[in-house]
């Protein structure tokens, strides 16, 4: 392979760039290889059902077709899994949902395949379907999972403090507000793929686009009932994943596909229209909202009320309720609150983690609910926020003590100074004929990491070559966010070496060590952590090294630069090349690993909640500010000018920082503006890439991201997560713009034209 | 129903006998091996597939491979000379507008067709110019940074269009 190496010593160009402009970079989908096979899968196409029987007999006479693999081929639990092990991998009860697997095929030819999986007979005894998450909650409602032991709730939980009904009682103002928001579906570029192989050694190597790979592994080998030490999962180049992938997809069933074929590579690709049924999307919820205040806006209390649609299969659905439930209350100063939270199972489509994992939904409300409560005290947006922002040394709204970095008070004065701030009368007063503008605020907050009971933990490796270059290990996956050219910039900065004399190796268990899920904004932070001290401990046995061969007693003589030690004070210069050959090869490596410091705070004694979270530590924070401009005529928003300012701890890298807050705050507009996924009973709708509307570079507009000067000192060089903050603040800034604008308050997402203009006639515009 | 197809396949002459019915994005994937042409919605939605026919964008998923025949197709792997990046390759490197990469090869061959049509296109035109294809990462504006990179200060020497 070509390589284009610019040189760069200030990092600021990403070591995977050149590889992806020239289609040189390899992705799961691309790996195929001689006498390949392919994979396909027969889904259900009903929301619930039971099983009664499946008949392969036409298929299986295609010329092309090496077998038809059901439940019975299956020697293991059949069951995958995150908390809750209970989804099978192919249907041996029933029905949950229309994607679920029936059958596996295997194929010498796609068109072979596709013929065969439209000849695959499935019997199915249909079952009542639950369709409504509440309706799912009745005492009658059929279930999802007969054995759960709470019916059709996967996972409740409760958060009380302070005196509620007393606190409402003395409230000078109070304010109640309904939202609901629908799905949203990842739509990463590349769908599920990947490739498998047993190989002759009985090991079983599998290629797979996912978050999760040493995960995977624990769950492929629990279901097929294989040893997990004999798979061995790499993870190449992931064409987006946004948590979409946190999970299994395709793993499970190519590595039962190459079991079958031994010797034989498998390939499996989901096309546009199997990703949108199977897929895991973002839960839509329903969310009820009052919220009381005294006569000088301070908040007094909060009641909020959070139903999560999960869909068939816990998938961190649970994990996904608790952050909703712990970010109800914002990033606010709350005394009272009464917050009650459930995550439904239904026959909808799956609900799973999506970038923001469950509090973009409950962002949304609060925000709205916030200036609901600012009109009526006749307070400006942004005053009602700097008048209950959390500072460093507050309890949040659930009572979580902030003892990590704090910093939304400063986003908010840098908010206040901005332009788009104080600019803002003189830009609306110039709206044009038919049109009306509107700016919104929304403040963001998001905890990061796993919480209290899952060890946060990432292991780094960094090596010492050869050639006097160093290797780095990581085991966390870079979904394209731009984490693994951090780590090089970490360890660049560590032992002053330029970007050209460092190499990362993508996650692979069996090379690489287990650094935890790419989700949770903690990928740069834990894994980071961990890198810092693995690079320094293998610093310190270079110059220790240096310090023998120079004959030198102090090792404070004795520095790192780059591609050489020196000794300063005679200036000599010994290559690494060289030292990499004196150390002996153990001492050419360090290993460290990190674990995530968590919060003393219980703020729920449910063992439950805390498992599945519940609280996080440390929280990056910001302000969102949106300028919309909404046509009368047609009704539609358009976001014209966008500014996010974030307190995400020290940015060590401000492109890559920028990409983030950009990219997250395109998939803010596109939940606002124009995304739904739509199903009826048991029909996806939504099927392609022109059902679903995704933000064009037409429709949003330059954003401004301005980063306050914070640190967080437990973070690697001072950095927080930024991840996922930026798709909290986009919904419910446009929609207090829109309402700034023309007085609309709609009940659910996205603001479509028809949507708009129908509140806009009702109003009599 | 098998064809004889001969065609130019970046700047290299071809001859091979294939199925009329196969799609451009799995031939060049399959059987050229060059996977930087993306398949992510398979229905011409998203770009992600985009080439360049006789210097001309087409989404190699909706063509059928008889459509080749005597013509010079450009993929993502022609574009660089092997030592250098073509400037717009340059630009999308330098101005941070690549994340996961997916939708990468299809914007940049877009960005030479729009630029073809329109060596000078304002900012919004290049928005306009590249709503065909779908990012999902970037957000889009260091993509139009790129692109505006490029039509600033345009590399000397280089062909900014070339046919393949």
């Known amino acids: ?765 | 129903m098998k064809i004889r197809l001969s065609f130019r396949l970046n700047g290299n002459p071809i001859e091979l006998e294939t199925d009329a019915e196969r799609r451009v994005v799995d031939l060049l994937r399959e059987d050229f091996g060059f996977t930087g042409t993306k398949e992510a919605c398979g229905s011409g939605e998203c770009g992600a597939c985009t080439i360049l026919v006789e210097g001309e964008s087409r989404l190699a998923c909706l063509m059928r491979v008889g459509q080749l025949e005597g013509r010079s197709v450009l993929t993502i792997e022609g574009l660089s000379d092997g030592k250098h990046l073509h400037p717009v390759q340059q630009a999308f490197v330098e101005a941070g507008a690549v994340q996961c990469g997916f939708c990468t090869p299809g914007l940049i061959l877009g960005t030479i067709d729009l630029l073809r049509r329109n060596p000078r296109p304002d900012r919004e035109e290049i928005r306009e110019g590249l709503s065909g294809n779908l990012c999902r990462c970037t957000g889009f504006q260091k993509i139009v940074d790129a692109v505006e990179k490029v039509v600033s200060s345009p590399a000397e020497g280089s062909d900014p269009c070339p046919v393949g």
């Open chain 1, 1 to 765: 392979m070509t390589t284009f190496s610019p040189d760069l010593a200030n990092f600021s160009v990403r070591f995977d760039a050149p590889g992806k402009v020239t289609g040189a970079e390899k992705y799961a989908a691309d790996y195929y290889g001689p006498d390949l096979v392919w994979a396909g899968v027969k889904r259900a196409g009903a929301a619930h059902a039971r099983l009664k029987g499946i008949d392969c007999r036409e298929a299986e006479k295609l010329p092309g077709i090496l077998g038809i693999l059901s439940h019975k081929d299956i020697r293991g639990t059949n069951r995958q899994g995150i908390i809750r092990r209970d989804q099978p991998v192919l249907v041996d009860d029933k029905v949950r949902y229309p994607g679920d697997a029936i059958a596996l095929v295997l194929a010498e030819n796609r068109e072979a395949l596709g013929r065969a999986l439209g000849l695959i007979r499935v019997h199915l005894e249909p079952l009542p379907g639950v369709f409504d998450l509440e309706a799912a909650l009745a005492e009658d409602a059929p279930l999802i999972h007969e054995h759960h032991p709470e019916g059709n709730v996967l996972l409740k939980g409760h958060l009380l403090r302070g005196e509620v009904r007393e606190a409402f009682q003395h409230c000078a103002v109070l304010v109640e507000f309904v939202f609901q928001t629908p799905y949203q579906e990842h739509a990463y570029l590349e769908t599920e793929a990947g490739w498998a192989r047993m190989e002759p050694d009985g090991s079983l190597t599998l290629v797979a686009s996912t978050q999760t790979p040493f995960r995977d592994c624990f769950e492929v080998a629990e279901a097929l009932g294989l040893d997990r030490e004999t798979i061995r999962l790499k993870v190449p180049a992931c064409g987006g994943a946004f948590g979409g992938k946190d999970g299994i997809t395709v793993q499970s069933l190519l590595a039962l596909a190459a079991l079958y074929c031994p010797g034989r590579p498998v390939k499996m690709w989901w096309d546009r229209e199997e990703s949108f049924t199977v897929s895991c999307k973002r839960h839509p919820a329903r969310l009820y909202y009052r919220l009381g205040a005294d006569s000088e806006g301070r908040f007094q209390a909060l009641e909020a009320r959070l139903h999560y649609d999960t869909g068939p299969y816990d998938h961190l659905g649970g994990a996904v309720m608790t952050l909703g439930l712990e970010h109800a209350g914002g990033p606010y100063r709350l005394p009272n609150i009464d917050l009650k939270a459930w995550a439904v199972y239904t026959n909808n489509p799956l609900s799973g983690p999506f970038r923001g994992f469950g509090v973009p939904q409950v962002n949304a409300a609060l925000e709205q609910t916030i200036d609901l409560l600012a009109r009526k005290l006749n307070l400006s947006p942004l005053e009602i926020r700097k008048r209950n922002a959390v500072v460093a040394g507050d309890q949040n709204a659930i009572g979580v003590h902030l003892t990590a970095s704090t910093h939304l008070q400063e986003c908010l004065a840098v908010l206040e100074t901005h332009p788009l701030w104080t600019g803002k009368e003189a830009w609306k007063a110039s709206a044009g004929p038919f049109k009306r503008r509107g700016v919104g605020l929304a403040c963001v907050m998001h905890g990061q990491g796993y919480g209290p009971v899952v060890p946060d933990v990432a292991t780094a490796k960094i090596e010492l070559t050869g050639p006097g270059c160093f290797r780095i290990y990581s085991g966390v996956v870079d979904m394209g966010q731009g984490n693994s050219h951090t780590y090089l910039q970490i360890a660049g900065e560590i032992l002053n070496q330029p970007q050209s004399r460092l190499e990362i190796v993508r996650p692979d268990t069996r090379e690489t060590l287990p650094g935890g899920s790419a989700s949770a904004s903690r990928t740069t932070y834990t894994f980071g952590r961990a890198l810092i001290e693995a690079a320094q401990e293998l610093k310190q046995k270079i110059r220790e090294k240096g310090a023998e061969l120079f004959g030198a007693w102090d090792l404070e003589e004795v520095i790192l630069m780059p591609s050489v030690v020196s000794h300063v004070p005679t200036g000599w210069k010994i290559p690494l090349s060289r030292i990499a050959g004196e150390l002996a090869p153990e001492d050419c490596l360090a290993i460290h690993s990190f674990q995530a410091p968590i919060a003393l705070d219980r703020p729920s004694p449910d063992p439950a909640l805390q498992l599945h979270g519940l609280p996080h530590l440390i929280f990056s924070y910001g302000v969102h500010l949106a300028a919309v401009e909404v046509d009368e005529l047609t009704g539609l928003v358009e976001v014209k000018k966008y500014l996010a300012v974030s307190d995400c701890g020290r940015i060590i890298n401000p492109r890559i920082f920028e990409q983030q807050i950009q990219g997250g705050i395109a998939q803010g507009l596109g939940y606002a503006l124009t995304e739904e996924f739509r199903v009826e009973q048991e029909k996806v709708l939504t099927r392609d890439l022109a059902a679903y509307i995704l933000p064009t570079a037409l429709d949003l507009p330059d954003m401004e991201s301005v980063p306050v000067a914070s640190f967080e000192p437990s973070g690697p060089l001072g950095l927080k997560g930024g991840g996922e903050i930026a798709v909290d603040g986009p919904l419910p800034a446009v929609a207090n713009a829109l309402a700034e604008a023309c007085g609309i308050r709609l009940s659910q997402n996205p603001f479509t034209p028809e949507r708009v203009l129908r509140a806009l006639r009702e109003q009599g515009v």
